[in-house]
Each structure stands twice: as C-alpha cells, then as structure tokens.
C-alpha cells in the first residue's frame, strides 16, 4: 500500500478549494492506497503537520497550497527518501510553473498517481531553504503589501507593487560577495532564484534551472522613479537586463552584510519574512529533494 499525505493550506487562491477525503478517494482506489488529509490553520502549521506525516511512515507528502505551503512542506522533507508532491492552488504558484504541474486538480492527481519523480536543487540561506525564489528589497516590500491586503489576486499584486513603488526607500548599504568579485551598493533589489518562474509567468531568471546546481541572481542598484517604472514594464517583456543597472549573475554561493542593521525585509518563495542577521550566506543544495512531476 502507497501512504500519501496531502497537507493542504485551505486559504490559499480563493480559499475554495475542494480537497479532501471523499474527492480524493475518486481518484484513488483504496486498494493500493491510503490517504490522510491534513489541513494547515496557522502560519508554520505546515511544518508541523509535515514532520507528522514523516513519523507516521508517510510514502509521499503533497503540498497542496501556492509557493509559501510547498516551503513549509518540502523544508521537512528535503535529503529523505520521501516523494514530494504539489496540487498549486496559490496565486503565483512559480514553482509548479517551472515544473508545468497544472493548476486543473485533477490533472495535478493524474501526475501524482504517476508517479515520475525528479531530483532537483534547493536553495539555502543561514539554514532556511527556499525551492523558487528569495529577495531583499522591492520584491520583499510588494510581498509584504500584497499580504497586507489579505486578497490573494492578480490585481492585490497589482496595488501592492504600486504602493511599493511609493514607498521605496534606499536606506542601508550592503556588501556583497559573489563569485569573487565585491559590491558595494544601496540596492533596489537582490533577487536569488532557484527556478525560472516568479509568478503569473513573470519571471526575472529565465535561465534558472532547477537542476543545474546554480542560484540564478539579479542585482539592481539604485533606480530613480523613472528607471523603477521602466524596469517594472521591462520586466513583463523579460527585457530588464536592458538597464544598465541591473547585473545577472549563476552562482553556488552569495554572501550579503549589513552594519547598519541587524535584520532584513525579505520575501522567501513568496512570502514576507524578517531575517534577524546582519549577514546572510546563500548556497545551493544540489538534488536534495525528490519530487513527482
């Protein structure tokens, strides 16, 4: 018998979502399966249900819920010989892009039941992990806006980024170490992706690869008004490289220090996040998770 656990964040998307037993057990025939559903109510609830499932000798654990559920999930899970899977049900869902799972349930089961399994990389930063995407800077404050507005849709992500716009600030200088070369800088944004995809196919890395044992990494140093909406309009085009202020870098290791402060505003796959560090070392974790896609 195959032991799967769906740990499903019931509030993500529109929060209407019709996972449970009964329409599960549609799809999956109780004589080569047991199913348990577990349903998450609070922020880190994921982890915990996660680590249960682990305990009771789970086969496979699937995140059903947007990018920040699949982290809280896939962290338990990660150098261990359980099978991860995802049904995206969030509103960016870049990781499921990249791995062109479907946000049709029912086709994301008909993967599951497949079971075709990939090993793909994790990214790593002061022992937290990130499987799409991490930021310091814009991201992190259209992030935090958008969960501000408790509205999970495209046009929340709209208003989020214009009142980010608004409010930018270039407050604290950074060091920043990469690939032996050194920067100094105010940044708009330092971006570490592991995949391709950032969200409502908008992406910033479109060469990020979840398996070829590299952090993609974009730095943007200061804009003006200007330069920020033109980077923002460049960037539904995939043409923000253009600007002369934003560098692309691959990478397996990026180290960032500031002394002004000794925490930072960031976004880790998708959700806001203080970091109470005053440096931050970023690496790869080279096919450390096991995942059905």
């Known amino acids: 018998m195959i032991h799967i656990h769906f740990i499903v964040n019931p509030i993500a998307g529109s929060g209407d979502n019709k996972i449970n037993i009964k329409f599960l057990q549609r799809y999956f025939s109780k004589d080569t399966y047991v199913l348990v559903v577990k349903h998450s109510v609070y922020k880190k ?15 496979v654990i699937v995140a059903c819920g947007g990018d ?38 029912e086709q994301a089961i008909s993967i599951i039941k497949k079971q075709d399994v990939k090993t793909i990389d994790v990214g790593s930063f002061n022992n937290n992990y990130f499987f799409s995407n991490s930021g310091i800077g814009f991201d992190a404050m259209v992030i935090k806006n958008y969960e501000e507005s408790n509205n999970r849709k495209l046009l929340s992500y709209i208003k989020a ?8 600030k ?7 170490t990469i690939n032996e070369e050194n920067l100094v800088l ?23 690869s979840l398996q070829d ?30 600007l002369k202020e934003v560098k692309s870098y691959q990478t397996k290791n990026l180290s960032i220090y500031q002394k002004e402060s000794n925490h930072y505003d ?3 796959d998708g959700e806001h996040r ?8 970023f690496s790869i974790k080279e096919k450390t998770l096991r995942i059905i896609s």
């Open 186 to 208: 105010k940044p708009f944004m330092i971006f570490v992706s592991n995949s391709n995809v950032l969200g409502y196919k908008v992406s910033l890395t479109p060469k990020a």
């Open 266 to 268: 960031m976004q880790i």
């Open 170 to 176: 270039y407050d604290n200088e950074y060091n920043i």
């Open 161 to 168: 980024t214009l009142k980010s716009l608004k409010d930018i």
């Open 68 to 105: 920040g559920t699949i982290n809280e999930v896939a962290s338990c899970i990660i150098d261990t010989s359980i099978l991860f899977g995802v049904i995206p049900l969030g509103s960016g869902n870049g990781l499921a892009s990249n791995l062109k799972i479907s946000k049709n349930i």
């Open 213 to 242: 044992g590299l952090l993609d990494v974009l730095i943007v140093s200061k804009l003006n008004f200007f330069k920020v909406v033109l980077f923002c309009l460049l960037m539904l085009f995939k043409k923000h490289y253009l």
């Open 274 to 281: 203080i970091v109470n560090h005053s440096k931050i070392e």
């Open 45 to 59: 609830h994921a982890v915990e249900l996660t680590k249960e499932s682990i305990k009771e000798k789970a086969h």
